[in-house]
Each structure stands twice: as structure tokens, then as C-alpha cells.
């Protein structure tokens, strides 16, 4: 199966401080969402971007599929954005099944 | 709109018993998946059901069941439960069209699993 890699598997954070998170995989995939799981285990879908560019707020996404990786940038860090940052592919065959990488914490300190 | 409500928030259940979840989709949703999260595997796929058919199975052993009913409502049940099933279990609605692999997941919040 599709195997995906998520780096840096923790990450600390001033406030006001911008990042970027990465996520690799291992074959082609028509299909890549990023998560953000807040304290309380909640899933939010911050964007579907199986390849190019979009912006969200302080949030932005790049897949770039022929080299299958996708960037999450996070840019003047708020103390809500703390907590994990899942990216997730899937490939036509196989509909809504995703497949999750492990994860980047993020902790954004006041 | 209302989001992806799931029913109970919480469960304690002993080893041996059985348990069934409960999941609403966003309304006009006709996709519902479930994943179960652990600290040791992650999120990983269980099940997706669309009009009322399971369309993709992930690699959980039978004990682990799902259905969906006509107004795209769905449920899961874990049968003669083990300690490692304890994990919080997220269902996600989503469009689901034919070609469903291009619509976003939406989440509910979950049910936490606790296995004694």
C-alpha cells in the first residue's frame, strides 16, 4: 500500500513564528488532504490539494504530485494553531480510503 | 449547517461485549467512512459505505462491522471486544459521487472506545 511520511514529527513554535511541514508518499495518489486535530480530537479538514497551490488565512498548501510531496505552510503562528497536522492520500481506486501519515505536533508557545 | 455528529462521546465496555456506534452525516452526504485512531497505529481506514453499500473495507478482522441506512446514517459495531480495540473511533461524511475520491472528508468528533 501507499506509504506516507510526515517530517518533523514534533515541532516547537514561537508565536508569530512561520513553518513548514512536510509530507512525502510513496506512489501516486489523486487524492491529498490536510488535518488539523485540535486538543480536543477533533478533525478539521484545512484544504484538499492533490497538486498545486492554495491559501487559506495564515494557512497555504503546494502538492507537487510528480514528485509526490506536499508542504503545509503555517505562517505568523497563533497558540491555536497547536496540535497535530495529519496529511492524508488516497488513489482513485479506492474512493474516501485514506491513508494517514503519523502526524506533525505542533506546539505554539505564547 | 450541522457538521458530523456522533453518538455516545464517550464508552467503557468490558473485553467479550459487544458495542455499536453511531454516526450522522452532514446533510446531502451520501459517503460515511470510519477510521480508528490509537497512539500505536495511527489512523487507519476501517470502512466506507455508500448508499447503503460498503464500497471499500480496510484491513480490520470481521469482528468489526459497519451498515447504512437509506437517509445515509451509518453505524459500526465491534463484536466480542479485546483491550487493544480502545481508540477513538472518527466517522467523516463526504459528497461521494461517483468519482468520490475528489470531495474533502468532513469529521465528527468522535467516540472514545475504553476497553476493561
Known amino acids: 500500500g501507499i506509504q506516507v511520511e510526515q517530517s518533523p514529527p514534533d515541532l516547537i513554535l514561537q508565536e508569530g513564528a512561520n513553518s513548514t511541514l512536510r509530507c512525502n508518499f510513496s506512489d501516486s495518489v489523486n487524492n491529498l488532504q490536510w488535518f488539523h486535530q485540535n486538543p480536543w480530537g477533533q478533525l478539521i479538514n484545512l484544504f484538499y490539494i492533490p497538486s498545486g497551490t492554495k491559501q487559506n488565512g495564515r494557512l497555504s498548501a503546494t502538492t507537487v504530485a510528480t514528485e509526490r510531496y506536499s508542504l503545509l505552510y503555517i505562517s505568523s503562528s497563533q497558540t491555536t494553531d497547536s496540535g497535530v497536522y495529519f496529511c492524508a492520500v488516497g488513489i482513485k481506486a479506492a474512493g474516501n480510503k485514506l491513508t494517514f501519515g503519523g502526524g506533525t505536533r505542533v506546539l505554539v508557545k505564547p | 449547517k450541522a457538521g458530523v455528529t456522533q453518538t455516545p462521546r464517550y464508552l467503557i465496555k468490558t473485553r467479550g461485549q459487544q458495542v455499536t456506534l453511531s454516526c450522522s452525516p452532514i446533510?446531502?452526504?451520501?459517503?460515511v467512512s470510519w477510521y480508528q485512531q490509537t497512539p500505536g497505529q495511527g489512523l487507519q481506514f476501517l470502512f466506507e459505505?455508500?448508499?447503503?453499500?460498503?464500497?471499500n473495507k480496510g484491513n480490520f478482522p470481521g469482528r468489526f462491522s459497519g451498515r447504512q441506512f437509506s437517509n445515509s446514517r451509518s453505524e459500526m459495531n465491534v463484536s466480542t471486544l479485546e483491550l487493544g480495540d480502545s481508540a477513538l473511533y472518527l466517522c467523516a461524511s463526504s459528497w461521494g459521487q461517483a468519482d468520490s475520491y475528489n470531495s474533502p472528508l468532513h469529521f465528527g468528533n468522535g467516540t472514545r472506545l475504553t476497553v476493561t
Open positions: 446533510s446531502g452526504h451520501r459517503s
Open positions: 459505505y455508500f448508499s447503503e453499500t460498503q464500497r
